[in-house]
């Protein structure tokens, strides 16, 4: 097997990132999150891709950061921060998860737009029992999530969902049996990449905005983003492509 940390399968119209420190459970570490950042703008520029799966193995998604590679106090803020890569990256992704997502592991997949999950999955922010707290977006990205009271039991006291719960609260789309976890999120990023290209990216720019925005600004910055697309040729491909019966066939222009 490779010794990449992060392996990149192409499978056009998307691409697979996998985790691979199946020794370590995917823990993350700064190699990770230079490999996934590398890979990541290079997915970003790359126009036959329209949508991206993280996965891990099938034990863990990721098993929180690796505690043997944290950095130094004063470089510690810089580090985390790199992590938004994956918040930041323009195109969909959809992560895989099976077995443990964890601290630093379940921040990762809560970057993502979609999660969808195995019956194994189990997730949950464990830092506090560590003298730490999550660093890389928990205290913001799962409240938004699942609601103040439930993200406040999973930081503080160290509550772990199951893949059932995960999906009763809106942390994951759909759970599949372990042995089609691939297959599913595979299926979700290969239907986000048969839509049109410039829609994709502004209705994930808008569902970002929706974290983060108050509700007048978010709605104005919805209106602007369908004002635009009116004047696209996706959308003109679009409508002739509805009044022909027949499958779309966008430029991303």
């Known amino acids: 097997m490779s010794g990449a940390v992060v392996l990149l399968e192409p499978a056009p119209p998307i691409a697979v990132l996998r ?3 199946p020794d370590k459970l995917n823990a993350i570490s700064a190699a990770v999150i230079r490999a996934l950042e590398g890979h990541l703008d290079d997915l970003a520029h790359d126009e ?6 993280l996965a891990g193995g099938e ?3 990721a098993a929180g950061a690796d505690v043997d590679d944290l950095p130094a106090p004063a470089e510690a803020q810089a580090f985390v921060e790199t992590w938004r890569c994956v918040l930041d990256f323009p195109k969909p992704v959809v992560a895989a998860v099976s077995g443990h997502c964890l601290g630093g592991g379940f921040e990762l997949a809560l970057m993502c737009d979609i999660i969808v999950a195995s019956e194994t999955a189990r997730f949950g922010l464990p830092e506090t029992g560590l003298g730490l707290l999550p660093g890389a977006g928990g205290t913001q990205l799962l409240p ?3 609601g103040r009271s439930l993200a406040a039991e999973m930081i503080l006291a160290g509550r772990v969902l199951t893949a059932g719960e995960a999906l009763a609260h809106g942390i994951a789309s759909r759970v599949v049996p372990g042995a089609e976890l691939d297959e599913a999120a595979r299926g979700v990023a290969t239907a986000i990449a048969s839509k049109g290209p410039v829609a994709i990216r502004f ?3 808008a569902l ?8 007048a600004e978010g709605l104005a910055r919805e209106s602007a983003s369908f004002a635009a697309l009116l004047d696209t040729e996706d959308w003109v491909e679009g409508r002739s492509a509805l009044a022909e019966r027949r499958p779309a066939t966008f430029t991303g222009r």
Do not use: D, M, S, Y
């Open 59 to 61: 034990r863990a998604f």
């Open 48 to 53: 036959a891709v329209g949508a991206v799966v």
């Open 208 to 215: 970002q905005a929706a974290r983060a925005l108050p509700l």
């Open 203 to 205: 209705a994930k720019a």
């Open 19 to 21: 985790l691979n420190r």
């Open 144 to 146: 938004r999530t699942v």
